[in-house]
Structures are given as structure tokens and as C-alpha cells.
């Protein structure tokens, strides 16, 4: 699947950084078109680690529609947890009719080694990648965002805790193996009035193959999308 013009424009100006005309951003990545995505499976940062020139941009925003394309790209780069989503859509797809699109609260492609430097210095691309995230959420309005891991819902709720609705404070004490049982743990809004509902998961490094382990979000999938 090729993008259009217009959207290209879109990842054009999230993913390029234009001081150094590189790609530094990988706002999302999935199968199909994301605007008919009701699923967001999101974690803390892009797993992928790379460089690419803007004058790979074309190639590179049809992957994000392509997942065997992206594969093709970065195939000697995908982590446990890549592995894991990638399952986890599928499932979703075959069982449920519904695509997902993976994104992460910060889309800013780093070295994990540097990420507390860049945190702590307040780079501005690091910055960006929030600002990054939160346009590619509200522009494509899912209906159901994933959190997986500690480390993402610990910097979601850094990130977005006071525009929650409906959220307890005690959950902040919960495991996200307890959080993961409890099904919808609060809701988001969205621009357009609409409120995303917020669900959180161990992470997807632990999914497999076939997730036999994450039956209780299964449910909760089967419920809210059917």
C-alpha cells in the first residue's frame, strides 16, 4: 500500500527532523490504513534503532502502511517486543476483523543508552517525541489504546494523567499484570470530543506466538470492539 499525497505530507512533518535531515521519528507503523484503525497498541519508545537520510522519507512512510514491507527494511532489527506486537495484531485481525497500530509515547528513535541523558537535558527532540505521539493520537482517533509494559504506563501517565477520565488513583500502586485483569482502567479525550478507552498489558515481549498467557485482554478486546 502506497500513501497519498497529502498524508505523506503528514509523516513527512512527523517524521523528519529538518537541522538534520534524517529521519529521526517513527510516529507509528502498521497494516492498512491507520485512520481505520480502532486499535493503538502503544510503548515507551520506537524498539528500532536506525538511520535513514529524508531522501529515503517515500520508502520509508509506505512502510509504516506495509508491515511486510517494514519487515523487508529493518528485518535484522526487530526485538522480542516488536515480535510480540506483530503477533498480538495478528490475532486481533484474524479473531476480531480489527487492525492495530503500534506507536509509542515517545516516537523519537534513540539509543536506550542515551535516553536518560536526553531526558534529563531536555533535548528538543526528545521533546518531539511526545508532541510526535499526541499529534499522530488525535489525528487518528482510535477507539482503543493498549499500554504494554511498566516503563509505558509509568511515562503515559507522566504524560497524560491529568486529562484522564474516569481513573482511580489507587491503580497508580497496581501492578500491570493487575491493571491488565481490570480491563478499561480510564479514558482519554480526544480533540473531537470523542474519548479513547485506556487499557494497560504486560508487555508484549511475553505475548508469544499466540498471547495463551493474555486471555483476560483478549476478552476485554472481544467485548469492546464487538
Known amino acids: 500500500m502506497s500513501v497519498s499525497k497529502g498524508f505523506f505530507k503528514k509523516i513527512q512533518q512527523w517524521a523528519v527532523d529538518k537541522q538534520s535531515d534524517s529521519i529521526a521519528f517513527l510516529p507509528f507503523q502498521g497494516d492498512g490504513n491507520p485512520y481505520k484503525s480502532k486499535v493503538f497498541l502503544v510503548g515507551t519508545k520506537p524498539e528500532l534503532e536506525f538511520h ?32 510480540g506486537s506483530i503477533n498480538f495484531a495478528k490475532w486481533v485481525k484474524e479473531h476480531l476483523n480489527e487492525s492495530v497500530t503500534l506507536s509509542s509515547i515517545n516516537c523519537y528513535i534513540s539509543d536506550p543508552a542515551n535516553l536518560k541523558q536526553l531526558k534529563k537535558s531536555k533535548d528538543p527532540l526528545y521533546i518531539q517525541g511526545f508532541e510526535v505521539f499526541q499529534q499522530v493520537l488525535h489525528e487518528f482517533e482510535p477507539y482503543i489504546l493498549i499500554l504494554h509494559g511498566a516503563s509505558t504506563f509509568k511515562l ?5 494523567q491529568h486529562q484522564l477520565v474516569d481513573f482511580k488513583e489507587q491503580d497508580l500502586k497496581e501492578t500491570v499484570a493487575n491493571l491488565e485483569q481490570k480491563g478499561v482502567i480510564a479514558k482519554l479525550p480526544l480533540n473531537n470530543g470523542r474519548y479513547i478507552n485506556v487499557l494497560v498489558c504486560r508487555s508484549m515481549g511475553y505475548f508469544g506466538k499466540e498471547g495463551n498467557s493474555f486471555g483476560h485482554l483478549k476478552s476485554t478486546l472481544n467485548m469492546l470492539l464487538r
Open 52 to 83: 535513514m537520510d529524508a531522501g529515503d522519507i517515500e520508502i520509508y512512510a509506505d512502510s509504516l502502511v506495509d508491515s511486510r514491507l517494514f519487515h523487508d527494511v529493518f528485518h535484522d532489527e526487530m526485538s522480542r517486543e516488536y515480535i
Open 156 to 160: 503515559f501517565l507522566n504524560q497524560f
